[in-house]
């Protein structure tokens, strides 16, 4: 992976974000630049929203330029890999919705909401979706090169070579339970995308289209897809030759999806509802769903972030005696004493490292 190709994609995702982030500063500061009617929302809401929008999006903006930094070799761990978790999990379903429904809609003739005008001119949807579509592919294809520089002797192995950490029983304990709700969510959503199952979101929200429905099926595959990344991960007898970086691709993309565009869509909804009375707060089986999937996707971040840190650890070389103030390793052909090789080995277990 070379860090030229690096760079290239961290630039070329910041780029793609000034439209999305100027069309936004504009009509925070009140220039409705491509707005048609403009008042279907409260001044206050509409400010509220965009600014937040906004941030998001500077966010993404600033993790792609320290991307393309030598400095983000050195930064913690975390801090790059949760804005671009939530990143994915906005990102991917918006896109193969879109996507997905644009498609569908040509196909079979169905009205494609985009197009209508009523609310925004059809060209704002054009510079949004389309810096969305390069900074999808860029922004995580840049990640997907850093963390194979960064964690690549991990991503590489295959699952059967994993080493059996200490808390593996508890991992399958929070991770298993999570994965079969993550394959019934999924399956929720699919068949509200095909216009079947129980508590369909039809009354009391926003007509039915074909972008939503497509929206909900991306929505459900994502899911489902995640909830097979998991059980392939915790339980990697069942194809050891498999490398680690397929199955936690799509636990990644399915626990974000769920986050990010499934609980935190119901958290905003709701609170929004509480607080400024703005939108219709999920009911009945969707506001259940919304719930489910925030609880769902944290349960997910946390034991899998711990999982993914210990072992980057396990996996890591050990570090040299010499930098740890450890007495080096017997020489081959000498007796090891046996308290000398378990310090050793609680000393690497226990020793910190970037990869955290």
Not at 176 to 192: C, E, F, K, N, Q
Not at 234 to 262: D, M, N
Request: overall charge positive; some cysteine; proline content about 7%.
């Amino acid at each position: 992976m070379k860090s030229s190709r690096l760079t290239r994609l961290g630039w070329i995702a910041v780029v793609a974000c000034v439209p999305y982030l100027a069309l936004k500063l504009l009509w925070v500061l009140g220039l409705d630049v491509g707005v048609v009617d403009a008042s279907r929302f409260s001044r206050t809401t509409w400010i509220a929203a965009n600014a937040a929008t906004f941030l998001l999006d500077a966010v993404a903006a600033v993790v792609a330029h320290t991307l393309t930094r030598p400095a983000g070799r050195r930064a913690p761990a975390w801090l790059l890999a949760l804005p671009l978790w939530a990143a994915a999990g906005l990102l991917l379903p918006l896109l193969t919705g879109l996507l997905g429904g644009s498609l569908t809609g040509l196909v079979t003739g169905a009205r494609n909401p985009l197009a209508d005008g009523d609310f925004l001119q059809p060209w704002v949807f054009g510079v949004v979706y389309g810096g969305f579509l390069v900074e999808a592919v860029t922004l995580l294809g840049a990640f997907a090169v850093y963390a194979h520089q960064r964690w690549g002797a991990l991503l590489r192995r295959p699952l059967g070579a994993l080493p059996r950490t200490g808390s593996r029983a508890l991992q399958r304990l929070f991770l298993l339970p999570a994965a079969a709700v993550l394959a019934a969510l999924g399956t929720v959503r699919v068949l509200w995308g095909a216009g079947a199952g129980p508590g369909t979101p039809t009354a009391g929200g926003p007509p039915r289209t074909v972008l939503s429905a497509a929206s909900d099926c991306a929505q459900g595959g994502y899911a489902v897809a995640g909830a097979v990344g998991l059980v392939l991960l915790v339980l990697p007898g069942l194809l050891p030759r498999l490398r680690v970086r397929t199955p936690l691709a799509l636990a990644w993309a399915g626990s974000a999806t769920v986050f990010a565009c499934g609980g935190c869509t119901w958290l905003v909804q709701a609170v929004a509802g509480g607080l400024f009375g703005a939108g219709a707060v999920p009911g009945g089986l969707p506001g259940l769903l919304g719930a489910l999937e925030l609880c769902t996707g944290l349960v997910v971040l946390c034991a899998g972030a711990f999982a993914l840190c210990e072992l980057a650890v396990a996996a890591g070389p050990a570090p040299a005696a010499s930098e740890r103030g450890v007495p080096a390793p017997p020489a081959p052909g000498t007796r090891e004493d046996p308290l000398s090789s378990a310090s050793l080995r609680a000393v690497r277990e226990c020793a910190s490292t970037d990869d955290r």
